[in-house]
């Protein structure tokens, strides 16, 4: 991932609750972002005409974009409909392609973006980066922290419980992603950002500990902070590192050998659980093996569709997703047929919990 803009700038709105979209225009008004409404609202293709219905009381001057999102093209052919006339900000309303989306648009024009999150799938919502595919590859764009972030539970509550629960994965592999950071301190004296380790180690001990489920809103609310927080981290010490470490080289690496495996924070989960498990963390593992199964989250290759040799490829090959990164996995440097006797002792570690 190339380096982020560092920036310290909080959002100027943080709201977690429901009915948020039906109260846009005056949550965009009382923080004087737009206090006439002119705004772009980005929608994915399923929401646009539940999003309109419900903005329009409050936001009735908004123009109103459908967006297939997901891809740096899709981003671009919006960011020139954004050229249309002058806007206040950026309003980007759904899942996780269409926030990245309007992320890069806003970013390109200089406008000032505002992500609300139907949906809990990932700690982009709040990061400043956009995930977009470009030439059938999957690249991170640095662009500027959202000036707000509004998740409505409403629309939360409605989302398929597996998009949601994948939230919950890549929240604690934030653990696993602060030890590796920790360890390259220790190796090769890699400087630690403690604000940057702070935020995102708060919401993600808060997510390992918290009783409930994705139907209780009070658990949902701490998702929700908690991925807020990983991405006020990344914006802190201007990369990934606190919430990207081993985890997520092999959540890159599935994805490059096996695309369409599994979703983002499903496979930061997996990835989590492997390379605590790596690090010989007896409490740590337990806690996250316990949490993962919880929310009924994958621990395991089968549990995603993978073999064990698919897995111990992914694993190998990892390390390449980041070269400028120093995790366990770079650290411990294991064959193949090392890999393979790690992974039978994970498989009955797991299986002990």
């Not at 050229?83 to 989306?101: F, K, L, N, Q, W």
């Amino acid at each position: 991932m190339p380096l982020l803009a560092r920036s310290v700038q909080a959002p100027l709105h943080i709201h977690v609750r429901r009915g948020a979209v039906a109260d846009l225009g005056r949550i965009l008004a009382d923080g004087r972002v737009s206090a006439g409404g002119d705004v772009a609202v980005v929608v994915g293709p399923g929401l646009g005409e539940r999003v309109a219905e419900l903005i329009r009381p409050t936001l009735s001057s908004a123009d109103v974009f459908t967006t297939t999102g997901g891809t740096l093209d899709a981003a671009l052919e919006l960011a020139d409909k954004l050229r249309s006339r002058p806007y206040d900000a950026v309003v980007g309303i759904g899942g996780g392609t269409t926030v990245d989306t309007a992320k890069y648009a806003a970013n390109r024009w200089g406008l000032p973006m505002i992500s609300v999150a139907t949906s809990l799938a990932n700690d982009g919502l709040a990061s400043p980066v956009a995930s977009l595919i470009n030439e059938g590859v999957k690249g991170s764009y640095g662009v500027h922290i959202p000036f707000g972030v509004i998740v409505d539970l409403d629309f939360v509550d409605t989302g398929p419980d597996r998009v949601n629960r994948g939230g919950i994965g890549d929240a604690i592999s934030n653990i696993s992603a602060l030890a590796d950071w920790e360890l390259a301190r220790q190796m090769r004296d890699e400087p630690v950002d403690g604000l940057a380790a702070s935020l995102a180690r708060m919401g993600a001990e808060a997510v390992l500990t918290m009783p409930g489920d994705l139907h209780d809103d009070a658990f949902v609310t701490v998702l929700a902070e908690a991925l807020i927080s990983s991405g006020l981290a990344m914006a802190v010490c201007g990369s990934s590192r606190p919430a990207s470490g081993g985890c997520h080289e092999i959540m890159h690496a599935i994805d490059s050998l096996y695309p369409g495996t599994a979703s983002h924070g499903e496979l930061a989960g997996l990835g989590a659980l492997f390379c605590t498990f790596l690090r010989e963390d007896e409490r740590r593992f337990a806690q996250m093996a316990d949490c993962l199964a919880r929310h009924q989250l994958p621990r395991l290759p089968s549990d995603v569709g993978l073999s064990d040799e698919q897995f111990v490829e992914a694993v190998h090959f990892a390390p390449r997703t980041r070269p400028d990164r120093f995790t366990i996995l770079e650290h411990l440097a294991m064959t193949p047929d090392e890999i393979s006797r790690k992974l039978g002792n994970y498989v009955a570690a797991v299986a002990a919990h």
